[in-house]
């Protein structure tokens, strides 16, 4: 049995029988089975159940957040965020799918026709992380569905109802039951589903799991895509108004508590503004409401798994021994749940755990720089590369730093975004293969070359 607990009291919110390898493996007979017929339908029909999919979201999105809420202990504004954004990404794939699939001719001369098509992978393993369950989700399952494919979808332990009512509401919408199934449990369910004959596997998590499935799939020559964690950091230059920096920068570091894979993780600052900055920002951290994750001020709610706490405690003594100045925060709430105060850290430097490994809670490390050169060098030396980013008045500046920073995404003036328009991806230990954008539409598909010649 699966136990699904809410992280804010500690309370048992349900039990839920898991998945079994006997159990996995018939849904996954079932979704190959149902396969071929869910491709062969028009894509307009696909088109159909997904924009009744979203039209269910809208009409439950109150219930829905609820239940993230009770499970995560996402802050219900948030929960609603995540929601009303899952609407923008799910209008962006119906409106760009059908051009994106359509077969293109690439060459038609002296009797030669060349032309690719897009043709589905089968059936594909969807396993999940529990911190965005619909946006990473859906970052996968609503692309593959509209390619064809069937998905066996396994939500994270931690977000478990919220997978469910996303099945209860794609078979509402029409997407027939064996298509889209949900896999229940934690790493024994999800080997369970890589062990079946899959054909393509979509997996959003840490990257200790990531070398798992890469190690576990990687001889199967099956299509994989992981995107794991970050440590993305941040530099702001002496130009910029402090206030309005610090202000998008506490955001960006403690939005859902922390644990978003964008997470501002680390702060570099010019020696200029330095002081200033780290002022700012601790005032503003100071501003954020901590509480009960359904109050409608609640900013900061419990960290979702509590082994994170431990990492956040290794994290603060490991900075305090090493010499870094704490400005506020610094250790955990009282039981029940699992909670921990916004944590500030100044003085910090690359010998600290805090600088070089994820955190994935409300927790920041903000240094000091003399310059650009120092900035880059800092901001480039990690294992991960998903997102980075500078604050400053000066375009030109700015992107003559973009440009030499290792990461899947750069931002300018802003942080922690995502947008459906531009794929998602990592560099270095943040991943391979990306989604969103027409290619994370593409990449559920395998082209076909067609090569004609008139008799
Ligand atoms: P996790 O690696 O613990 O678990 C992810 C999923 O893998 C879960 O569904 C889990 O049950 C499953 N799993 C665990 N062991 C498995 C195994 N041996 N075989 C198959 N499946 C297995 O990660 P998490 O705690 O759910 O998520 C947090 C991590 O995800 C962070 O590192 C975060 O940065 C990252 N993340 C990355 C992105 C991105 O877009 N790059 C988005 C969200 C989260």
């Known amino acids: 049995m699966l136990k699904v607990t809410n992280p804010a009291d500690g309370s048992t919110i349900a039990e839920l029988p898991a998945d079994t ?5 018939a849904k996954y007979r079932a979704a190959h089975a149902a396969q071929a017929s869910w491709a062969e339908r028009p894509l307009e029909q696909r088109l159909v159940c997904i924009r009744r999919f979203r039209e269910g979201i809208v009409s439950h999105l109150d219930r829905l957040a609820a239940i993230l809420t009770s499970e995560v202990g996402k802050p219900i504004r948030q929960s609603r965020n995540e929601l009303n954004g899952l609407l923008g990404r799910i209008d962006f794939f119906l409106d ?14 002296d009797g030669m026709h060349e032309r690719i ?20 989700g859906a970052n996968v399952f609503v692309p593959a569905l509209l390619t064809g ?60 799991t990531g070398v798992k499935i890469a190690q576990a799939v990687g001889p199967r020559m099956i299509r994989l895509q992981l995107e794991l964690g970050g440590k993305d950091p941040t530099y702001v230059c002496e130009d910029v108004d402090v206030a309005t920096a610090a202000a998008s920068l506490a955001d960006g570091a403690m939005y859902n508590t922390g644990q978003s894979c964008c997470s501002v ?34 900013y900061i709610g419990p960290l979702t798994r509590a082994a994170q706490l431990d990492v956040l405690d290794a994290q603060v003594a490991d900075a305090k021994a090493k010499g870094a100045r704490l400005l506020t925060g610094g250790r955990r709430l009282d039981p029940p749940g699992h909670w921990f105060e916004p944590t500030v850290f100044s003085h910090v430097n690359h010998g600290m755990a805090l600088m070089r490994e994820e955190s994935f809670g409300p927790i920041i490390g903000i240094q000091k720089v003399a310059g650009d050169d120092e900035a880059v060098r800092l901001m480039n030396d990690t294992d991960y590369g998903l997102t980075a980013g500078v604050y400053t008045k000066d375009a030109a500046r700015a992107e003559r ?31 391979i293969g990306l989604t969103l954008s027409t290619y994370g539409i593409e990449t559920f598909t395998r082209p076909k070359a067609w090569h004609l010649r008139s008799p």
């Open 96 to 109: 760009a799918a059908r051009d994106t699939l359509a077969p293109r001719t690439v060459f038609n001369a």
């Open 401 to 431: 730093i973009l440009a030499r920073l290792q990461a899947g995404s750069v931002y300018w003036n802003c942080c922690d975004r995502v947008s459906p328009r531009l794929p998602w991806s990592g560099v270095k230990h943040s991943g």
């Open 265 to 298: 993780e680390r702060i570099y600052v010019h020696e200029k503004v330095h002081d200033a900055f780290v002022e700012a920002f601790v005032r503003e951290v100071k501003g954020f409401t901590i509480g009960d994750p359904t109050g409608e001020s609640s």
């Open 117 to 136: 098509t897009h043709e589905p992978l089968g059936v594909i393993a969807n396993i999940s992380a529990w911190n965005y369950p619909y946006f990473v």
């Open 149 to 208: 494919n069937s998905v066996l979808y396994k939500p994270s332990e931690y977000a478990t109802l919220s997978g469910l009512e996303i099945g209860n509401l794609l078979h509402a919408a029409g997407v027939p039951q064996d298509v889209f199934q949900v896999v229940i449990g934690a790493g024994e369910a999800g080997a369970a589903l890589l062990a079946q004959p899959i054909d393509g596997v979509y997996f959003t998590g840490s990257y200790a």
């Open 21 to 25: 390898p006997q159990s996995a493996a």
